[in-house]
């Protein structure tokens, strides 16, 4: 029979499926992002990142020199120059925007009564009978080839000039302790409400649980006014205390049903032996719960890390005072089409917690699905 103990599924493959669509869905925009973060403007533009490593083509156009700008060579009035940047190849030019790669290289056009020809090696060289008399040069359609490339000066210019440093160290000193705060809280007060009896235990607990469908967006402007009243104000002490009363219900909740599956027959013997209530739980409890307290970290420091609301309702809004999401905000208002700098913006603001999981990850589904099959 399917699906009793000890028989694989038939439909485990369908689940493998699953997860692997999921992995390549999260994957590809993500080394999509990490590939964009070394390029450089022109290349964005031109072509995908998946397009990367060939070259890839643009068309623009470059103007000839002026009247002031011609030689004599014989009975020819000459203009020369190159249409080539650096590390680029001539694909084909033209004399019209419709038509950017009219001709090769070598070929000559007709242009207002004078020649022009266009060299593989980007020289170009326009002829005339009479003199020229054009204030303004004439335009060279072309369409080039540019090779591969990829540089770091993304990286410096965000970590410098546009702020994301300053954002960085400030988004690290508020994760941080709003990470540690609640782990630390909650690990004591899921001892107690898992293993210790006193009145009002059932309470405490349901009242845990009816805090995880509240909202933290109703209890902004009240706790914002509470820290004003006692002093606290806007600051970092002000933005640890509200992480650390926003991620308190879960982390209980979690702690709780993980410590209330643990094996009763070990705390007994520790206090039979004369162990302390603190000393069971720093020596027996903490260990055994290392799994839960580190899939709730994970969970608190994504949380952290990627907030917005919170930090600008209880940190402000300076300049010094932004962190990383606040800072990608402005970049996209004021840098909107410079791609190159919102890529790197964003793997920077990612790569932390992508660190953290995949450190981290082997402890989160024990921890969770310990803690929500477990309770006592």
């Known amino acids: 029979m399917e699906g009793m103990a000890g028989q694989k599924s038939s439909l485990t493959w369908l689940v493998n499926i699953a997860a692997l669509v999921l992995v390549v869905m999260w994957t590809i925009p993500t080394a999509g992002l990490f590939v964009s ?11 995908g990142w998946w397009k990367s490593m060939t070259s890839s083509e643009q068309t623009g156009f470059v103007r000839t020199g002026t009247a002031d700008d011609q030689t004599q060579d014989g009975d020819l009035y000459v203009l020369e120059g190159n ?35 266009v060299n593989e090696d980007g020289s170009y060289r326009l002829e005339s009978t009479a003199p020229f008399e054009m204030r303004r040069g004439e335009r060279i359609f072309v369409t080039t080839a540019s090779p591969p490339h990829f540089t770091l000066s993304n990286y410096s210019r965000v970590l410098s000039a546009e702020g994301i440093g300053r954002a960085f160290m400030n988004t690290m000193t508020v994760t941080i302790p709003a990470t540690i705060i609640p782990i630390l809280i909650a690990a004591f007060a899921a001892y107690a409400l898992a293993w210790m009896e006193f009145p009002g235990r059932a309470l405490l607990t349901a009242a845990v649980v009816g805090l995880l469908v509240v909202p933290l ?31 308190l219900p879960l982390a209980i909740y979690l702690l709780r049903n993980y410590m209330a599956g643990l094996p009763r027959e070990v ?110």
């Open 217 to 247: 967006q109703v209890a902004l402007i009240p706790l914002l006014r509470l820290h004003n009243e006692i002093g606290i104000g806007k600051g970092y002490l002000g933005i640890w205390l509200a992480h650390t009363g926003f991620g």
């Open 267 to 376: 705390i007994e013997s520790a206090r039979v032996d004369g162990a302390t209530e603190f000393q069971i739980f720093r020596k027996i409890i903490l260990p055994l719960s290392f799994p839960a307290l580190a899939s709730f970290a994970i969970f608190q420091f994504l949380w952290v890390w990627n907030d917005l609301l919170v930090a600008t309702v209880f940190l402000g809004n300076t300049r010094e005072q932004l962190v990383m999401t606040g800072v990608l905000r402005e970049l996209m208002g004021s840098k909107g089409g410079e791609w190159e700098i919102l890529a790197t913006s964003a793997f920077i603001s990612i790569s932390v917690p992508l660190l953290v999981f995949f450190a981290m990850q082997k402890y989160l589904v024990r921890g969770l699905l310990a803690g929500s099959v477990k309770g006592g």
């Open 83 to 117: 249409v080539l940047g650096e590390g680029q190849s001539l694909v084909g030019w033209g004399t019209r925007s419709r038509e950017p790669a009219a001709y090769k290289a070598g070929e000559t056009a007709e242009l207002d009564g004078a020649q022009l020809t």
């Open 37 to 47: 973060s070394f390029r450089d403007r022109d290349q964005i533009s031109a072509t």
